[in-house]
């Protein structure tokens, strides 16, 4: 069974350009949350789908969105970029909605702000 | 709100020596407690959970964790580390109301010497 795949792996993008990038669960699980890793903060959440909603939203600026298709992929979007915004970004599945169950995280998208 | 605090950065030890990376979490209403290793370049695996039940909870890879509720403490052992257990270990909390979110700690450095 393949497991969470992300997409890019690695990217570099100046101020203010977007960017947008992409998470295919494990098949069958039908929720995909998102994390963003960097040294000063460590991980933290950004949102959460399940079946096409958004369940769960961190506390970041709306720069930053995301969606789920009806096949459970998920894209996430950064507007406007900002140096900050330089991180690991992690996307995770699970089979439910339920916090009972482990996440799958995939390997991550570096993300270099120029 | 919920917070969560690894009370160290970085825990040096040579191989076959036993660890203990510790976790200490704060919040209002009930938690789940979750520990999570990331190896260089890749996602999270989850090492172990506490959900409910015994407070002693078994992982994977030998390692094993103990769920203190007067102390708020989730704790992180295994008797004889290897090479290989050379990682990053994050503890994690999520409400049980709650759904898919994780807050995380910033993270142990486990490193094991020959």
């Known amino acids: 069974k393949a497991g969470v795949t992300q997409t890019p792996r690695y990217l570099i993008k100046t101020r203010g350009q977007q960017v947008t990038l992409s998470c295919s669960p494990i098949s069958g699980h039908r929720s995909v949350s998102w994390y963003q890793q960097t040294p000063g903060q460590g991980l933290q959440f950004l949102f959460e789908?399940?079946?096409?909603?958004?369940?769960n939203k961190g506390n970041f600026p709306g720069r930053f969105s995301g969606r789920q298709f009806s096949n459970s992929r998920s894209e996430m979007n950064v507007s406007t970029l900002e140096l900050g915004d330089s991180a690991l970004y992690l996307c995770a599945s699970s089979l439910t909605e339920s916090n009972t169950g482990e996440l799958f995280f995939g390997e991550g998208s570096r993300l270099t702000v120029l | 709100a919920q917070s969560v605090t690894q009370l160290d950065s970085q825990v040096p030890v040579f191989e076959e020596a036993p660890v203990e990376l510790r976790c200490n979490y704060s919040s209002s209403v009930s938690v789940y407690l979750f520990w999570y290793v990331q190896y260089p370049n890749q996602g999270l695996q989850l090492l172990l959970k506490?959900?409910?039940?015994?407070?002693l909870v078994k992982g994977i890879n030998g390692f094993e964790a103990e769920f203190n509720k007067s102390q708020t403490s989730f704790h992180l052992r295994k008797p004889s580390v290897h090479i290989s257990d050379t990682a990053e270990y994050f503890c994690?909390?999520?409400?049980?109301?709650?759904?898919?979110?994780?807050?995380f700690g910033q993270g142990t450095t486990l490193q094991v010497k020959p």
């Open positions: 994690a909390v999520s409400v049980r109301s709650n759904t898919g979110k994780l807050i």
């Open positions: 789908y399940f079946s096409e909603t958004q369940r």
């Open positions: 506490y959900l409910s039940g015994s407070t």
